[in-house]
């Protein structure tokens, strides 16, 4: 998420100060992306450089923000611009194993069960966050963290299982450093494991 349209979007609802945005932020958020202070206002200096917003006369020792029309604007042409998948963060996890794959004496299969397990146990958090009251806003925001995790859990079967298949045609020499060659089967399948999110929420593996 873009730190500079979400503080356009939060100045849209009035004028506010550096320390109201980053309440208003963390709320909206559920404090899934922490906001600094120092990003807050680096963003709002950078803001009022672009003529997006303008600052106001102190009040109390505080000085306030308000959106431009051009803000606005620009406001506008985010909400309607669809985000892009070019635009979104690399996947670490991603990059993580395909290095892992190609770097000799990488245990591969470890790090495929340490990532599940963590992503499990992130599960497990949100699950129990999504029994506590919350503003719809946030619980959509939860609800998409939730669906991200799931369909980690689903990539991370998938890519155990291919890497299985392919340890059986690969060279012994691979097959000794991949960590794959002793391992009896690819674990949990993710239809259990959404099932089992569903009804109970994410178990840990063991």
Not at 18 to 24: N, S, V
Not at 46 to 51: I, K, P
Not at 136 to 153: K, N, R, Y
Request: proline share 7%.
């Amino acid at each position: 998420m873009s730190v500079k349209h979400g503080l356009l979007a939060l100045l849209g609802r009035g004028p506010m100060y550096g320390y109201q945005l980053r309440t208003a932020f963390d709320s909206a958020t559920g404090g899934t992306w922490p906001l600094n202070i120092g990003q807050v206002y680096t963003t709002l200096s950078r803001l009022e450089r672009d003529d997006l917003v303008g600052a106001l006369p102190e009040n109390e020792g505080q000085r306030p923000y308000e959106i431009t029309p051009h803000g606005r604007d620009e406001l506008k042409r985010w909400f309607a611009t669809p985000v892009q998948r070019s635009d979104r963060p690399r996947d670490e996890v991603a990059i993580k194993l395909a290095l892992a794959i190609t770097t000799p004496g990488v245990d591969v299969a470890k790090v495929v069960m340490t990532q599940r397990t963590a992503t499990m146990r992130t599960l497990q958090e949100y699950t129990r966050l999504k029994t506590q009251p919350g503003d719809l806003p946030w619980l959509l925001v939860l609800d998409a963290m939730i669906f991200q995790g799931e369909a980690e859990l689903r990539w991370l079967d998938h890519c155990e299982a291919s890497l299985l298949r392919d340890a059986h045609r690969a060279m012994p020499s691979y097959r000794a450093y991949s960590g794959f060659a002793a391992v009896p089967s690819p674990g949990p399948s993710a239809a259990t494991i959404a099932d089992e999110t569903c009804r109970t929420g994410p178990r840990l593996a063991t």
